[in-house]
Structure formats: structure tokens, C-alpha cells
T-cell receptor, first 114, second 117 residues
């Protein structure tokens, strides 16, 4: 079955701490991978995406993610978080040749303390 | 460039009434997706449409739910005879590419929060 699992439901960090949010997926075939962020009161925004090529992808606001095919993982990282990174983060996977359906993880709420 | 528009943002319906949720995709986008987010859960895919066609409705409940994307006008998600369990946030997304080029990037609207009393 196709699924996405995010390891942490709620993460609390102090400013300047490093961040790593785990994401593992179960999906047959070639995948496209995404991280979306939802700031309080706002809609989902795309942070970064992986379609092919370099497995280390860089997104907006200093975020990056690494696709490790052998581990079926696409973890999100940021070296130094800011209070403004407080938000909910969603990992999503879609097939490269499917109908466009995205499968989302349950989300991780990140709270950054000033 | 306006983003994905959804209205209403909040909708309250009594049990048994109908709910109509509207979505206008981004300019130049011809693919629309609907997702539902229940409390404490991630987004669940419901349906994928192109103009006048339903491409994938594998996530739609079998009864009471329907969706359309007419040649003119917004996409509509319609829920008949709503029940308390339909209370959720309903998100619409649009993309430029579809089947031929993979899923492409999906851009999300602000969502409609449906409350059934």
C-alpha cells in the first residue's frame, strides 16, 4: 500500500538549533517527493521538491532535503531554525507517471522558542 | 498572479443539508485536485479533475460526494446530506502538468473549513 510516515508529530526547538524531520514512504515505482509547509493561518506552500537528479535538494528559506532511495526516506533539514519557522510540515509523495495524486504524511508541528 | 482561490473559507451546515465548495485554479492551470484534512490527520486525496473530466476519484466516498470542473467556471465539490463526520478542512490544489508530465507541482488554496452541526 502507498503511504508516507512522518516520525515526529510535535517538535520543540530553541532558535538556532538544527532541525531534522523524518519522512519515510512506501510506494512502488519511481517517485516524486515534496515537502510542504503550513504557517499558522495560511495555506500550504511548497518548500522543496525532488523529481530526479541530485538527491540533495535545496528549497526556500534555507531548507534542504535528501532523498535516500535505499532507505525510502526524504528527510527535511535546516542547520539553524528561526522563530518564524514555527509551522506544520508535511511530506508528500507522488508517482512520476500516475494521475497526480499526492499522498501526504500526517504532518509534524514544529514550535521554535525564541 | 492570483493563487488558487477557494470559497467560502468557512461553511456551517446542519446535518442533512448540502455543502458546495468552490475552487478556482491558478491562471494557466488546467488540473485540479481536492484533498480533505480531518483533525489531527494529514491531507487525504479525494479526486483529480481536468476540464470536464474526472481523471481519478479513487479517494472519494462512494455516496453523497461529487465533484465537477466545468468548461467555464470553478471546480465544485458537492456534499449532499452532510453528516457530522464530514466536518473537515477541504483543500483544493491546481497544477499545470498532469498525466503526461507526472504530477508536477501542486499549488494549494487556503481551504474551506466545513462544520456540520
Amino acid at each position: 500500500a502507498q503511504s508516507v510516515s512522518q516520525h515526529n508529530h510535535h517538535v520543540i526547538l530553541s532558535e538556532a538549533a538544527s532541525l531534522e524531520l523524518g519522512c519515510n514512504y512506501s510506494y512502488g515505482g519511481t517517485v516524486n517527493l515534496f515537502w510542504y509547509v503550513q504557517y499558522p493561518g495560511q495555506h500550504l506552500q511548497l518548500l522543496l521538491k525532488y523529481f530526479s537528479g541530485d538527491p540533495l535538494v535545496k528549497g526556500i528559506k534555507g531548507f534542504e532535503a535528501e532523498f535516500i532511495k535505499s532507505k525510502f526516506s526524504f528527510n527535511l533539514r535546516k542547520p539553524s531554525v528561526q522563530w518564524s519557522d514555527t509551522a506544520e510540515y508535511f511530506c508528500a509523495v507522488g508517482g512520476s507517471s500516475n494521475t497526480g495524486k499526492l499522498i501526504f504524511g500526517q504532518g509534524t508541528t514544529l514550535q521554535v522558542k525564541p | 498572479n492570483a493563487g488558487v482561490m477557494q470559497n467560502p473559507r468557512h461553511l456551517v451546515r446542519r446535518r442533512g443539508q448540502e455543502a458546495r465548495l468552490r475552487c478556482s485554479p491558478m491562471k494557466g492551470h488546467s488540473h485540479v485536485y481536492w484533498y480533505r484534512q480531518l483533525p489531527e490527520e494529514g491531507l487525504k486525496f479525494m479526486v483529480y479533475l481536468q476540464k470536464e473530466n474526472i481523471i481519478d476519484e479513487s479517494g472519494m466516498p462512494k455516496e453523497r460526494f461529487s465533484a465537477e470542473f466545468p468548461k467555464e467556471g470553478p471546480s465544485i465539490l458537492r456534499i449532499q446530506q452532510v453528516v457530522r463526520g464530514d466536518s473537515a478542512a477541504y483543500f483544493c490544489a491546481s497544477s499545470r502538468r498532469g498525466l503526461a508530465g507526472g504530477p508536477g507541482e501542486q499549488y494549494f488554496g487556503p481551504g474551506t473549513r466545513l462544520t456540520v452541526t
